[in-house]
């Protein structure tokens, strides 16, 4: 992964299993968000390939790598804010639109049964995750840690196997936090999903992580437990400078 | 869940369209008696302002995109669809020798000539949609009015259509109750592509581009549809258009039509309704402001500060609907692409 002369991300492999929870984690600017552009087709990788269960998901533009069930959220949230949160999560999921615009336009038989279906998901998904009671209100008008989650039911909207995550953590007090960690938890049961986390709540990340991959300079510098890497030198290194005698 | 039975959905339908038809059959019969001459052409105007408008609505409003050069796709479809009927219609409808068609077969005839209209309009939307996957903002605006203003400096120089001096002598074959009829029907078209998986695919390129992409909305395609939609309209009311002037001048499509329906659309906030209301607003406006000039003595035509006054006046009063119809939202962010 490179722009222009400079490498942003460089020689990073990385595994991860079916159901597993992996972190990236690192100082700010270590490229963490970057692999999460290289997964999901926003930037073009300079070599390497990406893989997920064996189809390549490496030069497929953005939209084709979602179709292949990759989701994410972003760091700086990106709801539809303008529109309802409803609407956010139908927006979602246009790929369960199985009318073409001629059947849309004189709304047949198939459009109100698809419509009502979708709608029908959508409400359910809102329910599991507390948003039904905001369905009606813009998505722009909730409360912050409201539009964090939301982000994350409209990534699932999308029926994803593998869900980026990138800093759900931003922004919430401690409270919110420990709903998030369980939130998280409970996602990869309910919908047998692969989780990568970009996080710097430390406390989240060890709590909820089965691997940790530390990142500094676009390099990886450590990978583990999270009980291995809380105790790895060239981690502490990382994040708190050199050791000075 | 078991979806009803055919004739439950479409049964109050059918109803309903046959209710419309007959009542828009009604009014367009009765008006001609009621009002004269001058004000049924504004009336038939307005419709064809509505069915612009509601196309570029599409465009600017629902899918965020800047176009202000969508005269040009009206230009096409009443030209191409005039140049028809002067040179091949005309003969067939018996109209050259002055005997009375009927008029059940003037309306079959516009009614098979308005796709032909919309379709060649289509194909031009598809030429400026296919740039419009890489330009964004401003450089797609110019865009748009370049292809506006290629397209009338062609035909312009196209001595088969006239040129300079106009295409005349086309039938009038619009009637009011054709205008109406295809005004209510792009309403009602626009109104349920809202609220379909195509109409939020487009509200949600314009909420936020990044973000469509990520949830596997393929950006390139849909903005290119709604150009497509778009100018298919443009061209039907075209056709519509030039068969009830008679006379069409490449001056009819120049940039001054663009910024007005640009302006229709900004008023209309991205409401459906409003900007029907607006279109009936915006082309009132210049017979009453022709009364002014006329009592006022004014040499210029003032369509142009006042159009300019409402805009800015738009903007001051109701900024944040307006950059939302009008803007892509610009975000800053590390993903942005």
């Known amino acids: ?245 | 869940m078991s979806a009803p039975s055919p004739w439950h959905h479409y049964l109050p339908r059918l109803g309903l369209y046959l209710g419309i038809g007959a009542l828009l059959l009604a009014v367009s019969v009765g008006l001609p008696h009621v009002l004269n001459a001058y004000l049924i052409q504004i009336l038939v105007l307005a419709a064809c302002n509505i069915v612009l408008a509601v196309g570029l609505n599409l465009i600017n409003g629902v899918a965020g995109q800047f176009s202000i050069g969508h005269a040009g796709f009206m230009a096409l479809g009443a030209y191409v669809t005039a140049w028809l009927s002067v040179t091949y219609g005309k003969r067939w409808l018996g109209a050259f020798d002055g005997q009375a068609v009927e008029p059940v077969l003037v309306a079959a005839y516009l009614v098979v000539l308005m796709p032909i209209g919309g379709l060649t309009a289509a194909l031009g939307g598809l030429l400026v949609g296919l740039p419009s996957l890489r330009l964004r903002g401003d450089y797609l605006a110019i865009a748009t009015l370049g292809f506006g203003e290629i397209i009338r400096v062609l035909l312009l120089n196209l001595e088969a259509v006239g040129g300079a001096t106009g295409l005349r002598g086309i039938p009038q074959c619009s009637s009011l109750f054709l205008v109406l009829g295809a005004a209510v029907v792009a309403v009602a078209v626009m109104r349920n592509l809202g609220g379909s998986v195509h109409g939020r695919s487009l509200l949600a390129i314009r909420e936020d581009e990044t973000a469509a992409e990520a949830l596997g909305i393929d950006c390139a395609h849909a903005k290119t549809s709604a150009f497509v939609i778009g100018a298919f309209f443009a061209g039907v009311a075209g056709c519509l258009y030039a068969h009830y002037t008679q006379f069409i001048h490449p001056r009819s499509f120049d940039f001054m039509k663009s910024i007005e329906l640009v302006l229709i659309v900004v008023l209309g906030g991205g409401s459906l309704r409003n900007v029907v209301l607006a279109a009936i607003a915006i082309t009132l406006l210049p017979e009453g402001l022709r009364l002014v000039k006329d009592m006022a003595h004014l040499s210029f035509d003032p369509r142009m500060v006042i159009y300019s006054a409402l805009l800015i006046a738009v903007m001051l009063i109701r900024r944040e609907r307006v950059l939302q119809a009008v803007a892509p939202r610009r975000k800053g962010g590390e993903s942005a692409a």
């Open chain 1, 1 to 245: 992964m490179s722009f222009g002369g400079l490498i942003a991300v460089d020689d990073l492999s990385l595994e991860v299993q079916p159901r597993e929870l992996v972190s990236l984690i690192g100082p700010n600017g270590a490229g963490k968000t970057t692999v999460f552009n290289a997964i999901t087709g926003v930037y073009p990788l300079a070599r390497g390939v990406i893989r997920l269960e064996g189809a390549a998901l490496s030069g497929l533009p953005p939209h084709r790598v979602a179709h292949q069930g990759v989701g994410r959220t972003f760091q700086n949230i990106r709801l539809f804010r303008g529109l309802t949160v409803l609407d956010n999560l139908r927006a979602a999921m246009h790929q369960g639109g199985d009318y073409d615009l001629i059947r849309a336009a004189f709304r047949s038989r198939r459009w109100a049964a698809t419509e009502a279906r979708l709608e029908a998901r959508a409400r359910d998904l809102l329910n599991v995750f507390g948003l039904g009671a905001r369905a009606e209100e813009l998505a722009g008008s909730l409360p912050y840690g409201e539009q964090r989650r939301l982000e994350i039911v409209r990534a699932l909207a999308t029926e994803p196997r593998l869900l980026l995550l990138d800093e759900p953590a931003a922004g919430m007090n401690p409270a919110e936090t420990q709903r998030l960690m369980e939130l998280i938890r409970s996602l990869i049961e309910r919908f047998s999903l692969t989780i990568l986390l970009i996080e710097h709540d430390m406390k989240l990340v060890m709590g909820v992580s089965d691997r940790v991959v530390v990142l500094n300079y676009g390099r990886e510098i450590a990978r583990g437990t999270p009980e291995q890497i809380a105790h790895d030198p060239a981690v502490i290194e990382a994040y708190l400078g050199e050791p000075t005698h």
